[in-house]
């Protein structure tokens, strides 16, 4: 069982890295090409985390088959705390009283996705 939950944390992770990865790629194509201005990109940005994290929750959820909320969970803190590690470690700077609440709605999300995640796959067998 141990395993499996392994598995889908690592198959979770991958996807909310392989979505913020892309994502970044095409809003720096397009800061570059366009008019856009980085004062629209801090909502795109939350935006698509949100996305991505709830994306990797269900993804995780799915693969996990059981404990939705604790697999969402610990893909929401993980990616928290990855990226906490690099701001404190490259930049010498904590998380702001803004990012933390970001951070909270982050967590949310992933929970929310590993919990329905579970739910589209059914109970498992025993």
């Keep these: ?11 979770g992770w991958i996807v909310v890295f392989g979505i913020i990865l892309i994502s970044s790629f095409v809003l720096a194509l397009i800061l570059n090409f ?7 990109l801090q909502w795109a940005t939350l935006i698509i985390g949100l996305l991505a994290l709830f994306i990797g929750g269900v993804t995780a959820g799915m693969k996990g088959k059981a404990n ?10 993980g990616f928290s705390l990855i990226i906490f590690l690099i701001q404190y470690l490259g930049y010498q700077q904590g998380f702001s009283l803004e990012q933390s609440l970001y951070h909270l709605a982050y967590l949310a999300a992933a929970l929310l996705g590993g919990i329905i995640g579970v739910n589209l796959v059914g109970t498992p067998a025993e």
């Design 68 to 77: 939705g909320w604790m697999v969402g969970g610990t893909i929401g803190i």
């Design 34 to 40: 366009t008019s856009f201005g980085e004062s629209g």
């Design 1 to 11: 069982m141990h395993r499996i939950q392994f598995t889908a944390l690592l198959f």
